[in-house]
T-cell receptor, first 117, second 112 residues
């Protein structure tokens, strides 16, 4: 597609439920990032993939958060046993170049708004 | 940890007015980025700055990379209604241009 696509657009989960959020990056983009954006805040880095390799997961807030990109294209962010504090917009971004590239311009998707009740 | 402080937090604009906002950091950045986020959308890159003192324009937008490397400024000239939204400054950390730390944003709204 022309841009980064995320689904679902909105997700309502009951506390304790597991959720899976999908990201389709721009075709051919090497790097893929997940960010979490709480209401009224800027996005915060969660994790980074270069192709299928998860090179940085330092931003994942707990071991309930898990991300994968098995074939180096589509990525899934999974949150187990959701808590109310997980409510946020989850943004995916992709970049043509890998880490260290001079022009690692990020293209963001529209995000998935997760509400945990 | 690193933090980016943006001011003002919010401002009201009247069409035609010039707008200024800034971003400061407690530590040095080698790149400064300015993004705009519309409601329900992801951030879109407006301007990237790579050198201290650099002044870069993108249409009616002009941004500057502060000499100290701890601040950056964004100006919008002759604002129009579609300029409303949230403007974020961001800088990379951890050795990757894509691991970004964002400020909390400056929200532009139209004067009632």
């Amino acid at each position: 597609g022309a841009g980064v696509s995320q689904s679902p657009r909105y997700k309502v989960a009951k506390r304790g439920q597991d959720v899976a959020l999908r990201c389709d990056p721009i075709s051919g983009h090497v790097s893929l990032f997940w960010y979490q954006q709480a209401l009224g805040q800027g996005p915060e880095f969660l994790t980074y993939f270069q192709n299928e390799a998860q090179l940085d997961k330092s931003g994942l807030p707990s071991d309930r958060f898990f991300a994968e990109r098995p074939e180096g294209s589509v990525s899934t962010l999974k949150i187990q046993r959701t808590q109310q504090e997980d409510s946020a917009v989850y943004l995916c971004a992709s970049s043509l170049e890998g880490r260290g590239g001079f022009n690692e311009k990020l293209f963001f998707g529209s995000g998935t708004q997760l509400s945990v009740l | 940890g690193q933090q980016l402080n943006q001011s003002p937090q919010s401002m009201f604009i009247q069409e035609g007015e010039d707008v200024s906002m800034n971003c400061t950091s407690s530590s040095i950045f080698n790149t400064w980025l300015w993004y705009k986020q519309d409601p329900g959308e992801g951030p879109v890159l407006l301007i990237a700055l790579y050198k201290a003192g650099e002044l870069t324009s993108n249409g009616r937008l002009t941004a500057q990379f502060g000499i100290t490397r701890k601040d950056s400024f964004l100006n919008i000239s002759a604002s129009i209604p579609s300029d409303v939204g949230i403007y974020f400054c961001a800088g990379p950390y951890g050795g990757s241009q894509g691991n970004l730390i964002f400020g909390k944003g400056t929200k532009l709204s139209v004067k009632p």
